[in-house]
């Protein structure tokens, strides 16, 4: 079953998409070279305490960290360590949440450490934002759930590799449903699948989160021995951005975004609902 948020629900996700916004803006500025991912789980948790917010990643089946530092091969769940020191050069992708009230905010960014990364990799992460972007522009009244999954691939597959060939949509994770848990029903595909039918209509109140996943190469992963990391099975970098939005009335709010998304929905001719929180 889909849970339908009321516009009060809403608001009290906002509140949560707001510290997660922080905690990106926190995270971003500390992912220099020479910092551990460990260090940056400690700046993440320092914002949540600092909002009076709890983590929705940390003990998360058993999950030992606040948020995912994915660096690299790493798509997604890479588990913050000392021994791992951020290089100049490298990508990372940093994933995580709050709690306000009960009420979760998820959402995920890449960033570049550094300087001197390849013309390809800087594409990678500007194709997989924008996918995300045309997914988020996609929900609205009277689609369906493929409809979001169709506008992530397309734009996927309409923008010309570097070197050639096709970018690769991670598989095996997708976007979710949110709200009461952070993850929810129903699951997002970022590509369509026609044997899983148009899934559910979209309506005032539907929450997901929206998180495409794209590799330089291969859309086939593997999970390592810690039961968490998963890179991808040919070693080439990725990308993962995440946003969590809620449909309302007035079209859709970007929960996890400092503006409600409204200058990126201006570009897809979209127009952002009203903040509650304004």
Same mark, same amino acid.
């Given at each position: 079953m889909v849970q339908i948020k009321t516009p009060e629900q809403i608001a009290k996700m906002r509140e949560a998409g707001l510290v997660v916004a922080a905690i990106? $803006?926190?995270?971003?500025? $500390? $992912?220099? #070279? =020479?910092?551990?991912? @460990?260090?940056?789980?400690?700046?993440?948790?320092?914002?949540?305490a600092e909002h009076n917010a709890k983590p929705n990643f940390l003990g998360y089946g058993g999950f030992p960290a606040t948020i995912c530092t994915s660096v690299n091969e790493v798509v997604v769940h890479g588990?913050?360590?000392?021994?791992?020191?951020? @290089?100049? =050069?490298?990508?990372?992708?940093?994933?995580?949440? $709050? +709690? +306000?009230?009960?009420?979760?905010?998820?959402?995920?960014?890449?960033? !570049?450490? =550094?300087? /001197?990364?390849? #013309?390809?990799?800087? &594409?990678?992460?500007?194709? %997989? &934002? &924008?996918?995300?972007?045309? /997914?988020?522009?996609?929900? @609205?009244? /009277? *689609?369906?759930?493929?409809?979001?999954s169709r506008a992530i691939e397309t734009y996927i597959r309409r923008q010309p590799k570097p070197g050639g060939g096709r970018y690769g949509i991670i598989e095996d994770y997708g976007g979710h449903g949110i709200? %009461? &848990?952070?993850?929810?029903?129903?699951?997002?595909? *970022?590509?369509?699948?026609?044997?899983?039918? @148009?899934? #559910?209509?979209?309506? #005032?109140? !539907?929450?997901l989160a929206i998180e495409p996943m794209v590799s330089l190469g291969t859309p086939k992963t593997v999970v390592l021995e810690d039961d968490w990391t998963v890179v991808t099975t040919d070693g080439t970098w990725s990308s993962h951005w995440e946003h969590s939005v809620a449909l309302t009335e007035q079209g859709p709010l970007v929960l996890t975004a400092p503006d409600g998304g409204r200058a990126k929905l201006a570009e897809y001719g979209v127009t952002a609902a009203p903040d509650p929180l304004a």
């Open positions: 990106h $803006a926190a995270t971003r500025e $500390a $992912a220099v #070279p =020479g910092a551990t991912t @460990k260090d940056l789980d400690q700046v993440a948790r320092k914002v949540l588990i913050p360590s000392d021994d791992v020191v951020l @290089k100049d =050069g490298d990508v990372i992708s940093i994933d995580c949440g $709050a +709690i +306000i009230d009960g009420w979760h905010g998820d959402a995920a960014y890449t960033a !570049f450490v =550094g300087s /001197g990364h390849s #013309p390809e990799l800087v &594409e990678l992460s500007r194709v %997989t &934002e &924008e996918s995300m972007w045309a /997914g988020i522009a996609a929900m @609205k009244q /009277g *689609n369906r759930l493929v409809d979001i709200g %009461t &848990e952070m993850h929810m029903d129903p699951h997002l595909l *970022n590509y369509v699948d026609r044997r899983r039918g @148009k899934g #559910p209509k979209l309506v #005032p109140g !539907f929450c």
